[in-house]
């Protein structure tokens, strides 16, 4: 056990910080419920970070880190599959990458270069420039789109050599790993609100109400970091699916929470709240929500 | 960033899995469910804790000199894992090994030192905090017992309540009050308690036999060399000692041992099949994973530090939800086994009741949580 970043990582975490500074400001009239960052995504592609799993020294786990601090800047980026799904499955696609369940809209598909489509068994691959996309008009805060000739579009494109079971073990890695970031940018951005809100005299953040629902929630939040990190260390489908329920069963109750902390202020789009909890809503249905997990997760229970 | 544990650590969990296996009774777990306090138990864990002595597990993380093997805290946590989760045979004596003997060895004074610890690292010696006090739980520094000094002997007046282990103990590791001041007039005194004046009495309680107890003191007279410490240094002492005591009990270890119970019942007659049941299951799962992991980050921190981490605090509530989450599990799905069906799934349902409570209450915990950790406004006093 070492719950300590190596050298090799520390490096790298700390050149993700540098080059993250210019991204963490919250803009001042941000009127948008998504704030994608074409900038970013740049920014992190050429700097190699979306390929730091490729290195052995480095693998998945300092992936994983890298995916939890972009999540937790307002703005977004696919960041998730690039670093954690790619290196391990599909090294060649270009990139970003977007996922697509059956006919659901899909994050980032707008702004991909390459689709997997998964079903129950297989995984198809497909250039999103050969596909019409259509952007949606969403409540969450990822850029939306669907293909509004998906099945049609995919039905002839080829197979990969990975099977649907290895993506969805890559896939909620990801997704845990970027809970933790957005959870942990959500709690800080509440406990400054409730620490500056003055009432009856007092800021919020005093009333025990509030502290034990927050302190709760920091501890769930670190829970979901460690399952994440464990599944990307150990590989182990078990591990990564236990990671993903836990990541969307925390994040149900601790979304709900923050706003109410927050208040009205929470709920304007001048108050960044929803950057990071409008997307926590949209992962909390992804890959088929916390009942998609169970199978897996509990697969070792009793034996 | 690894989460595997070295061949060391995984060889020293053998080696006390096998010592569980050769020395734990075919009948342990009916005698596991009188709970620690218990006649039965006590007297098991001194005959255990003695083998568990000349095999060099009984204090392997102490210090060479005072009879350990000057391990680290991993094998200290990996001791009380394995110990915990096969339902605690070293009873009280736990609590020894954990922070009472690290306790002594750090703030005793050499005479202290001399009589108190070598019955620890022998595994024969039973001890009791007595800390909460009628009007004094969660507030703690509230308490009343009082130590009136005379001459060289101090004369303690007042009452404990929820002692633990009392009726067992040997000697009760007490605080009592020396001066006016809220927590700095708070001192600690070793009590034998032999010594005329202490009356204990039982309370029938929800999680074991001669678990809890009351404790009278009137006119007990102890020498000014019973006091541990200075006077009014108990608050840091404490502090120390319960940091040890909430990363010592690894209670996810038991309540994952229970759930793993719970749905090997469940598949052998095909309840496991049920969405529900197996959606609770993977909850209660992972709480546990979540606390286990949260313990070992603190474990990792002390090992690289040498000092007790912030997020200790933090373990204690991810805990508190573990035990929780399996005990709701076990009393929903499979309520017949606490009902005369599973000695482990009763003897866990017993103990997780007080996990919140024990060593301090998890709102506590999470008071400290919001100060130390979230650095939220403080509440008004």
């Known amino acids: ?303 | 960033m690894r989460f595997e544990w070295t061949d060391a650590q995984a060889a020293f969990r053998q080696k006390v899995q096998a010592f569980l296996r050769e020395n734990l009774p075919a009948d342990w777990d009916e005698i596991a469910r009188h709970g620690p306090g218990s006649d039965t138990v006590s007297r098991f864990s001194r005959q255990f804790c003695g083998k568990l002595a000349a095999a060099g597990l009984l204090l392997p993380h102490w210090p060479k000199e005072w009879g350990g093997e000057g391990l680290d805290p991993w094998c200290q946590q990996i001791l009380a894992e394995e110990m915990w989760a096969a339902g605690e045979p070293r009873g009280a004596q736990y609590m020894n090994v954990n922070w009472i003997g690290p306790t002594l060895i750090r703030f005793g004074s050499d005479e202290q030192r001399a009589r108190y610890v070598p019955p620890i690292a022998a595994g024969n010696a039973i001890w009791c905090q007595g800390f909460s006090e009628p009007d004094a739980g969660s507030d703690l520094a509230a308490l009343r017992t009082r130590a009136t000094l005379e001459g060289d002997i101090y004369r303690i007046q007042g009452q404990k309540i929820w002692t633990s282990y009392a009726s067992a103990a040997e000697t009760c590791f007490l605080l009592a009050r020396t001066s006016a001041d809220r927590k700095r007039g708070i001192s600690i005194f070793l009590v034998p308690m032999k010594t005329p004046g202490i009356d204990v009495r039982s309370i029938p309680s929800l999680v074991g036999d001669g678990d809890i107890h009351e404790v009278f003191f009137d006119n007990v007279v102890v020498p000014v060399g019973a006091r541990l410490g200075e006077e009014g240094q108990a608050w840091d002492i404490i502090n120390f000692a319960l940091a040890g005591e909430r990363l010592g009990i690894p209670r996810y270890a038991l309540a994952q041992r229970a759930l793993d119970r719970a749905v090997r019942l469940l598949r052998s007659n095909a309840m496991f099949d049920n969405a529900q049941i197996r959606n609770l299951a993977s909850r209660a799962a992972a709480l546990c994973e979540a606390a286990r992991l949260s313990s070992y980050q603190c474990t990792d921190h002390r090992v690289r530090t040498g000092t007790i981490s912030p997020e200790t605090s933090a373990v204690r509530i991810a805990t508190v939800m573990a035990e929780r989450a399996v005990a709701e599990f076990v009393v929903e799905f499979v309520p017949d086994a606490l009902c005369g069906g599973d000695p482990v799934l009763a003897e866990h349902h017993q103990r997780a009741i007080v996990a919140g409570i024990a060593a301090g209450a998890a709102e506590i915990q999470m008071n400290i949580v919001a100060n130390d950790l979230l650095h939220l406004p403080r509440e008004p006093r």
């Open chain 1, 1 to 303: 056990m070492d719950f300590s970043p190596s050298p090799d990582q520390v490096a790298v975490l700390s050149a993700i910080d540098a080059l993250a500074k210019p991204f963490a400001a919250v803009p001042i009239q941000c009127r948008d419920f998504a704030l994608y960052s074409a900038e970013l995504d740049r920014a992190l592609q050429d700097g190699g970070f979306l390929d730091v799993a490729f290195v052995p020294e480095l693998g998945a786990v300092t992936g994983a880190l890298i995916v939890e601090r972009i999540a937790a800047l307002p703005c977004c980026v696919e960041i998730a599959a690039s670093a954690l799904i790619r290196p391990f499955l599909c090294p060649k696609l270009p990139r970003p990458l977007c996922l697509i369940e059956g006919d659901r809209p899909a994050r980032f598909l707008k702004h991909a270069a390459t689709a997997l489509w998964i079903d129950a068994e297989t995984v198809r691959a497909l250039p999103v420039e050969m596909a019409a996309v259509a952007p949606v008009d969403s409540l969450f805060a990822y850029p939306m789109a669907q293909l509004t000739n998906g099945r049609a579009m995919f039905s002839d494109a080829p197979i990969c050599k990975f099977s649907a079971e290895d993506l969805r073990h890559r896939w909620r890695v990801a997704l845990a790993a970027e809970v933790a970031g957005l959870l942990k940018a959500a709690i800080d951005c509440t406990i400054d609100h409730v620490s500056n809100r003055q009432q009856f005299g007092r800021p919020l953040g005093s009333f025990q109400a509030v502290r034990h629902r927050l302190a709760e929630a920091y501890v769930r939040t670190g829970g979901v970091r460690l399952l994440a990190l464990r599944a990307a260390d150990s590989g182990n489908p078990s591990d990564s699916a236990l990671a993903a329920f836990h990541a969307q069963d925390a994040a149900a109750t601790i979304v709900y929470d923050l706003h109410q902390f927050s208040g009205a202020m929470g709920i304007t789009l001048e108050h960044p709240l929803h950057l990071w909890t409008y997307r926590l809503k949209a992962l909390l249905s992804e890959m088929g929500g916390r009942a998609a997990h169970v199978d897996v997760a509990s697969a070792t229970l009793g034996r």
